[in-house]
């Protein structure tokens, strides 16, 4: 059967183009992958190759011809044995193109904009009944303990970073857990960020749970493509075959007087991808309960410490499994003057704030939220539709920061119920300085975020 | 551990005629898949950026003949070659590249981006080198659960100069993982011959700064390449950890759809595909040897050409993705 030959695209951006040079005549005999023709297209001048054998039947553009839409009929090519009759039967039959997309389809799942917001469910459940047994930990061992829990209950679940292991912890998260899980599941790995998230993505991948501890976050930038492009995505571009089921734990943000590289906020950073999940905990319950969660969790969990967390003590429920769920805030005072939103070291301002702001008869509702990714915006909402006014919280930079996030979905949702604009308060917006004056004033301070609450409520 | 020079030449194994026909029959089916791909691309069927494998198919059919159930493979964004080789339905890959409701990704995730979980097809990855320490990762999988798969690990020689590499190299050679690194030399990264690119152009004696053992294969010769991974594959499986085969290979097309392809003359290419054609020569074997007749080959050609028709008649009729799929798949479900 005689098949057109259609002008065709040679970029993902071509739409015409010009037949510069045919490299055949009509009568020639070609075969796949001979040289036709020369086309040039919006970037270079491209050889085009014959997918059939055949006959040249006829040229339908002439050489030099510009403009030629792609999918025009350039030339026909006439099988062995066939004549020119066939070309007319050839050129009724439509050309193949693509089906368009169908218009008619709508997706429901497009959040409505600008919409008076009924109030909000939210689930207000405490995180333990009243009652239960209580003891006293730090974050760093009610880290460890909810770490050995979930390998204790998943063989598959393994830790793996830069002195995990022999040297029981950089920050001793891991201490005593190379002894009671062995080499095989506590793994010290060379230097090697970039790699050896890619082999505990590909692991993951694999069917296993990898713990991945980055000694900082600040040493994660060097692995952020495997998290992001291969931990991510995948599970998307798979159509839904395969993901990583993984945690990427440590601390991250600023410690004490380690300078610019070591003391960066990524919170604002992972907070914005899709396929990932981010945990930011204060309390000592939440990094146990939230850690237990995030290894179960079958998706990417971005867990995001504090080093000067690490050595507070909290309150831990003494149960046998304490989890907490994602996207669930915690309300850590209740009032009616004003918001204040934070999550992880955040919190200690907040909450300092809201205890000196209660001495002046300022009655402050501090929420934390846990967690920025499942993030529970309906405890904010309702919040501020009682109390009409918002202050948010965070060590990080302020362009691009979880408050401007915030404060637009506030913006969006309750913009009735606003008193008062919206204010973040934020990391100033410089690199991290060393000098302990500058370093101080370079975080956000408690007084700043006292000074906002008295701002919103004109105070 | 040293490393040893290369061989001179793989002496091939002893291939029966079924086989050679099957490595016929598989390079073949590559071969005219990417044709048709190409095919569609020129119509606007497939957009973005397509690479096709012409050229390089003895490399994945040789390969996958040294495979067994339970073994994995991972590749760059030239994959639509290593997901026939190993199984993969040319229908829902053809479909893919579409981005049609039917291809294996949904639609979602393109010629760059497909991946068989039945199949033990990892991807399909565009971020050039990526994919290497994921397959090393991948082994590691298999290490830890004590059973004798290997990975075949797939990348080129513009791969091989990306510092994750050597990462991926140094862990895998101090944990002994199960991975076979496949560098697939066609000798130009895009644009850039290895001539330019680096002073060091034997990538596989690389592998000796970490005790990696490695060779040479004649990526154009079927026979030699199914020879190196059987020695690597048996490396691997008795728990001498990584190995890493540099194999000599040649992209008849340019880098993608929109390359034209300057930088190096029409003779080069012309020359490769006249004297080393992959499929010529086992073609030309199963003449001379009289293990097959014209006519057996012809019906071989005729099959192929039917089975790529009807993957592109399908990958035309299956519908685009309903637009719900753009919220599907971005989280996965806690099983209860």
Sequence with gaps: MATEILMPALSPTMEEGTLAKWLVKEGDTVSSGDIMAEIETDKATMEFEAVDEGIVGKILIEEGTEGVKVNTPIAILLEEGEDATAMDKASEQPASAPVPADKEQSSETAPAAGMAHPAPEVDTTPDWPEGTTLKQQTVREALRDGMSEEMRRDDSVFLMGEEVAEYQGAYKISQGMLDEFGAKRVIDTPITEHGFAGIATGAAFGGLRPIVEFMTFNFAMQAIDHIINSAAKTLYMSGGQMGAPMVFRGPNGAAARVGAQHSQDYAAWYMQVPGLKVAMPYSASDYKGLMKTAIRDPNPVIFLENEILYGRSFDVPDVEDYTVPFGKARIWREGDDVTIVSFGIGMTYALEAAEKLAEEGINAEVIDLRTLRPMDTPAIIKSVMKTNRLVTVEEGWPQGSVGSYISSVVMQEAFDYLDAPVICCTGKDVPMPYAANLEKHALVTTAEVIEAVKKVTYK | ?336
């Design chain 2, 1 to 336: 551990m040293a490393a040893k020079k290369p061989s001179a030449k793989t002496t091939p194994s002893n291939v029966s005629a079924d086989e050679l026909m099957a490595y016929y029959r598989d390079m073949l089916l590559i071969r005219r898949f990417e044709e048709k791909a190409g095919q569609l691309y020129g119509m606007g069927l497939i957009g973005g950026f397509c690479h096709l494998y012409i050229g390089q198919e003895a490399v994945v059919v040789g390969l996958e003949a040294s495979a067994k159930e339970g073994d994995k493979r991972i590749t760059s964004y030239r994959d639509h070659g290593h997901m026939l080789a190993c199984g993969m339905d040319p229908k829902g890959v053809m479909a893919e590249l579409t981005g049609r409701e039917g291809g294996y990704s949904k639609g979602k995730g393109g010629s760059m981006h497909m991946f068989s979980k039945e199949k033990h097809f990892y991807g399909g990855h565009g971020i050039v080198a990526a994919q290497v320490p994921l397959g090393a990762g991948l082994a590691f999988s298999d290490k830890y659960k004590g059973n004798d798969n290997v990975t075949f690990t797939y990348f080129g020689d513009g791969a091989a100069n990306q510092g994750q590499v050597y990462e991926a190299y140094n862990m895998a050679e101090i944990w002994d993982l199960p991975c076979i690194f496949v560098i697939e030399n066609n000798q130009y990264a895009m644009g850039t011959s290895t001539k330019r690119s680096t002073h060091s152009p034997s990538y596989w004696e690389r592998g000796a700064a970490y005790g990696i053992q490695g060779e040479e294969v004649d990526g154009m010769d079927v026979l030699a390449v199914k020879a190196a991974g059987d020695k690597a594959v048996a490396h691997c499986r008795a728990g001498k950890g990584p190995y890493i085969l540099e194999i000599k290979t040649y992209r008849y097309r340019g880098h993608s759809m929109s390359d034209p392809a300057k930088y190096r003359t029409r003779e080069e290419v012309q020359k490769m595909r006249d004297e080393r054609d992959p499929i010529e020569a086992i073609r030309s074997l199963l003449l001379t040897g009289k293990h097959a007749t014209e006519e057996d080959l012809k019906a071989i050609d005729k099959e192929i050409k039917g089975i790529v028709n009807e993957s592109a008649e399908f990958a035309k009729e299956s519908p685009e993705p309903h637009l719900d799929e753009l919220w599907t798949d971005i989280y996965a479900e806690l099983e209860a």
